[in-house]
């Protein structure tokens, strides 16, 4: 059975940097044919994608709302997935899932959300002052 496992999250002032690492684990299991991706979604809001990153082209993809920003990775040796958020905002405050998806040779921004093989649990990050 395949986990990925959050963390990271917490309470940081605006302007703050917090880095949310996704430790994927199960028999087999091997992040680099999995394209990946960070998911949040905020009360009252619908879940909205944030970053992506494909498994070949190694290509990221952001939401327009934190490009330049933010920064995801991966790091297929360890089967573990970061993102980097700087110059955090009010706005950026949300419960964060990391997810992978069975998808080598395509290009992340084509995998729906629903086509997301595997979530994490979730992680709260609290922007304010």
Known sequence: QVQLVESGGGLVQPGGSLRLSCAASGSGFTLG????????????KEREGVSCMGASDGIAHYNDSVKGRFTISRDNAKNTMYLQMNSL?????????????FA???SCISVAP????????????????
């Open 33 to 44: 044919y999995y394209a990946i991706g960070w998911f949040r979604q905020a009360p009252g």
């Open 114 to 129: 629903y086509e997301y093989d595997y979530w994490g649990q979730g992680t709260q990050v609290t922007v304010s002052s």
């Open 104 to 106: 080598y040779g395509a």
């Open 89 to 101: 905002k009010p706005e950026d405050t949300a419960i964060y899932y990391c997810a992978a998806a």
